[in-house]
């Protein structure tokens, strides 16, 4: 599964990659393996699957101790790509019976922080299992209100080995050039839960319109920035005065 996160990738350079829910390090080694050049940084909430990583694989990216779901502490654009393997789906789970651990919450905090995490048309790779297809679209829902372009791609569907991956673009638009040339894929949009081949994923607001402004103004309060309040009035088109 890491193998074929890494063709969905497409690196053609040596790369700053995040392993998001590294556990013990395999797909660290595989990274390592397909190109020495790669630099990785691996995260995961189990400090026990950590040490495995470190004293019995002495994996050679860094290893952080973290809950994806509190959100991923990193720079704005340290990171080339991303991938995770058998992780995301986990944020479908309420930590506690607390407002700020419901699914939404979790999903909403781990996307918007890899959106700034990863560098303008970057890349993230999720290889994950939703329970279900109500499971599923939020995730994908989540991934596109943070920003991201992003469409689900599935391997082998219909079968034991049915796969799916959760690709995501940075800057929004479509993940055509990620499976071009691949036969047999299935893209299903994001949205409207469609199989469909290689299509559009996410139909991008019009420049200056109220939603536009809104999702820009997020991102700005993301990376730390002051923005003026919403309203009412925000976007609205203003009458002209004679």
């Known amino acids: 599964m890491t193998h074929r996160a890494l063709e969905l ?30 630099v990785w940084i691996g995260i995961d909430i189990s400090s026990s699957m950590l040490a495995v990583a470190k004293m019995q694989r002495d994996v050679e990216g860094d290893l952080m101790l973290g809950d994806m779901g509190q959100g991923l502490p990193f720079r704005p654009g340290s990171f080339d790509a991303a991938i995770s393997i058998s992780a995301i789906q986990w944020l479908c789970n309420a930590e506690s019976a607390h407002e700020a651990d419901a699914p939404e919450r979790r999903l909403k905090r781990f996307f918007g922080s890899l959106y700034v995490a990863l560098r303008r048309g970057g890349k993230a790779v ?15 829902q989540a991934a596109i209100r943070a920003g991201f372009g992003a469409g689900v791609l599935e391997d082998d569907g219909g079968t034991k080995n049915h796969k799916e991956y959760l690709v995501c673009t940075v800057g929004g638009g479509d993940i055509t050039g990620v499976v071009s040339g691949m036969d047999g894929v299935d893209v299903e949009d994001g949205r409207k839960g ?17 939603g536009w402004i809104l999702r820009k103004k997020e991102q700005m309060e993301k990376k730390g920035r002051v923005v003026k309040a919403s309203s009412k009035y925000t976007g609205r088109k203003r009458n002209i005065k004679f």
């Open 9 to 38: 990738l497409s690196l053609e350079s040596p790369s700053h990659i995040l392993d998001i829910g590294c556990g013990s390090g395999l797909s660290g080694e595989i990274l390592t393996e397909s190109d020495p050049s790669h």
């Open 194 to 210: 469609g199989k469909k081949n290689i299509s559009r994923m996410d139909k991008r607001e019009v420049k200056g319109s109220r």
């Open 126 to 140: 999720l290889q994950f299992y939703p329970k279900d297809k109500r499971q599923r679209d939020m995730i994908c």
